[in-house]
């Protein structure tokens, strides 16, 4: 089983153990461990026990389960909790807004089995009678059960390509021509099928198939290869504005050879959405899009100081080896305290390890930072001559995300205007295709910005991607720059830039636009005139 798994067994496993009102200290050491495995990428197929119980929060008890899951896919534990429980009453803990002990007062209380049977019960207003209930609990199930349901058959960007890379692979070992297409190819950030496109007839495409998601082959001639590529990956929009109807039917070389014919300026398969690359493309006034190769350093990253699992000196080292020229550690603030925030004589120590691994590792910078957390009245964690201790903050929201949009932005804002504020940190808290992000005046966000020099963060993890790449180009236009930031919690979640780097370029950010494409002494320069 892949972490992943293991960490979504563990969930479903505290989760069933509170609903059945199973003992809460061994419930909450459940739910941690879930948690902190979803924080990593670390291959725990082929561990044993004593290389486990080295992972923070991975008990002998709890090893003894990893090895179970990896052998039989499954643990005793979890066997019986599932056979005593409706598999309608399973499907509703994945409902947002109702944990385990609301879950078992909707099953005993009300005899509810079932998602369907629960949205109905909401619409015939029937929660409201129930102690802990009301209206506005019952609202928002309704509006979470929608959302789930409008989510069905999507996947993550970063999901479908890990199966896409070796069909596409294993293709081209037959022929050249052959690529993704559609969404896949625009590196769209949710995805319900994989496109792919082969130019070549002969061959056989029965055996290129996937259970997990479905798979779309295009077979065509090589001569029409690149036209088809265009044609099929790009927006109708896109093509009507390009005016790809007028297009000849000929062998084109490449997708530039295509733009060529058309007498337009070429635009990256990213950028095929219909939007306002079309405008720039005519004036061939579309820049140079970032790469990840222009990032210098990386930015808002964990440590096991807070939830991070890897600690300051591995982060480091780690950062370095990729090379990258600086580090900016973020752990969390004391406000969350879930996630182990630092508490004022911690930030000490960290700020003392980091200045003797600033001499060790030289010519290799880490900035002194932190994640504050954008308190319920928009104030930031710590008082100001704490904040002032900082190389710079990311001001972000983790608690009270249930706000109206007038709410959220007003809490925003708030922390924009904070002197203190370096980045804001993933604006709208989204979860793709796990919860939507609270709604937020992004114009008035993002004018705030620019007006208190405050840097936008686009959260680089495949899950977040926030802020979303459409609104880019009105950062860029307001003179906001980006930061394309992991959040990483662990040394492979650097990696998770890639990511955040492709839906950039869907934004249009260039390197001159981003935050962290500054090499070493910009930067620090950045920072001192920030001060």
Request: charge should be negative; proline fraction near 3%; hydrophobic fraction near 35%.
């Amino acid at each position: 089983m892949t972490t992943e798994d293991i960490a979504d067994a563990f969930e479903i496993t505290s989760k069933l153990m509170e609903l059945h009102n199973e003992n809460s200290f061994k419930v909450k050491a459940m739910a941690s461990a879930a948690y902190r495995l979803s924080k990593t990428r670390i291959d725990l197929s082929d561990k044993s026990i004593e290389e486990l119980i080295q992972i923070e929060g991975i008990t002998k008890g709890l090893a003894e389960k990893i090895i179970d899951l990896n052998e039989r896919g499954t643990t005793k534990e979890l066997e019986e909790l599932l056979s005593k429980t409706p598999s309608g009453v399973i499907e509703m803990l994945g409902i947002k807004g109702i944990g385990p002990k609301k879950v078992r007062q909707l099953w005993l209380e009300l005899e509810l089995e079932s998602v369907t049977e629960l949205l109905y019960a909401c619409q015939e207003n029937r929660l409201v009678t129930i102690k802990g209930f009301g209206e506005k609990t019952q609202q928002t199930i309704i509006q979470n059960i929608e959302f789930k349901k409008s989510n069905a058959g999507k996947f993550h960007f970063s999901y479908a390509e890990k199966i896409a890379k070796p069909i596409i692979d294993s293709l081209l070992k037959l022929t050249d021509y052959v690529s993704l297409t559609g969404a896949m190819y625009r590196k769209c950030e949710i995805i319900d099928e994989i496109d792919i496109l082969v130019g070549d007839q002969s061959i056989d495409l029965d055996d290129y198939y996937s259970e997990n998601i479905p798979i779309n082959f295009i077979q065509v001639n090589e001569t029409v290869f690149y036209r088809t590529l265009v044609e099929t990956s790009s927006i109708k929009e896109h093509l009507s504005g390009i005016q790809f109807q007028n297009l000849e039917i000929k062998k084109y070389n490449s997708e530039k050879d295509v733009y060529s014919n058309l007498n337009i300026q070429y635009c990256e398969p990213e950028l095929r959405e219909g939007l306002f690359e079309l405008e720039k493309a005519k004036a061939n006034t579309l820049p140079k899009l970032i790469e990840l190769t222009d990032l210098k350093g990386i930015l808002h990253n964990h440590t096991t100081y807070s939830d991070g699992l890897n600690t300051l000196e591995e982060m480091a080292i780690y950062a370095k080896q990729l090379g990258y020229e600086y580090l900016g550690i973020c752990d969390h603030s004391k406000s969350a305290s879930y996630a182990g925030g630092l508490k004022v004589e911690e930030i000490i120590l960290q700020h003392n390890d980091i200045d003797k691994l600033n001499k060790q590792l030289f010519p290799f910078k880490i900035f002194k930072g932190i994640e504050s957390d954008i308190i319920g009245n928009g104030n930031l964690d710590y008082d100001d001559d704490v904040l002032k201790s900082f190389d710079f903050i990311v001001a972000s929201i983790h608690s009270n995300l249930k706000m109206d949009e007038e709410h959220a932005t007003n809490r925003l804002l708030k922390a924009i205007e904070n002197p203190f504020t370096t980045i804001l940190g993933h604006p709208t808290g989204r979860l793709l295709l796990g919860r939507p992000g609270y709604p937020i005046d992004h114009k008035k966000i993002i004018d705030a910005c620019a007006a208190n020099n405050v840097v936008i963060e686009l959260n680089a993890h495949p899950y977040r991607l926030d802020i979303d790449w459409r609104w880019i180009p009105y950062c860029l236009e307001k003179g906001v720059m980006i930061s394309i930031n992991p959040d990483a919690h662990q040394l492979k979640g650097y990696h998770d830039m890639y990511y955040g780097t492709l839906v950039a370029r869907k934004g249009l950010l260039t390197k001159d636009n981003c935050l962290n494409a500054m090499n070493l002494i910009s930067f620090e320069n950045y920072l001192a005139t920030k001060k």
